[in-house]
């Protein structure tokens, strides 16, 4: 599973489609989505940066993973951090980006149950980037003093 790459390109910047039905085939896509996020050593991924537009989010933070459909964050903290970011669809760059320190989400998980997850810190950091690709939002949008750095790997989201 190829990792669309580019600030132009149009299928990272269009707006997704949430998931009527979880079929086999959207957990057949997760699957491939955690295996192409593991593989490339990223933390998070979403679905439209393998190509498709719909609202699916996958992140692995510490030994958790966590696949999310049709996420929507419900509450976020006034409190903001800046940390360092960069994003699978645009290796070569970083940059400082405010986000909430705490997020809750609510979304189905795997089995097409509703939850709500509370998040905090690098969890909830990665959520929201994600969350940004389903709208088309990519970090450099947010980002101050973005750089080229292709040796940092361990802040790809």
Do not use: W
């Not at 940066?49 to 989010?57: A, D, E, H």
């Not at 951090?81 to 940059?95: A, D, K, R, T, Y």
């Not at 909430?100 to 509370?118: C, D, M, S």
């Amino acid at each position: 599973m190829n990792i669309l790459t580019g600030e132009n390109n149009p299928k990272l910047r269009q707006k997704s489609k949430p998931v009527t039905h979880l079929t086999k085939e959207v957990r057949s896509l997760i699957t491939e989505m955690k295996t192409t996020m593991e593989e490339n050593d990223g933390v998070g991924l979403a679905a439209p940066q393998v190509g498709y537009p719909l609202r699916i989010i996958v992140c692995k933070v510490g030994d958790k993973f966590y696949a999310l459909v049709n996420p929507e964050i419900i509450n976020r903290s006034s409190q903001e951090i800046v940390m360092e970011e960069g994003c699978l669809s645009l290796p070569q760059l970083v940059g400082e980006v405010s986000r909430p320190e705490k997020v809750t989400v609510k979304a189905l998980n795997l089995e097409g149950k509703k939850i709500k997850l509370k998040s905090f810190g690098l969890l909830a950091r990665v959520i929201q980037h994600e969350i940004d690709h389903l709208d088309g939002i990519l970090f450099i949008d947010k980002a101050k003093n973005i750089t080229k750095n292709a040796q940092n790997k361990n802040i790809e989201i």
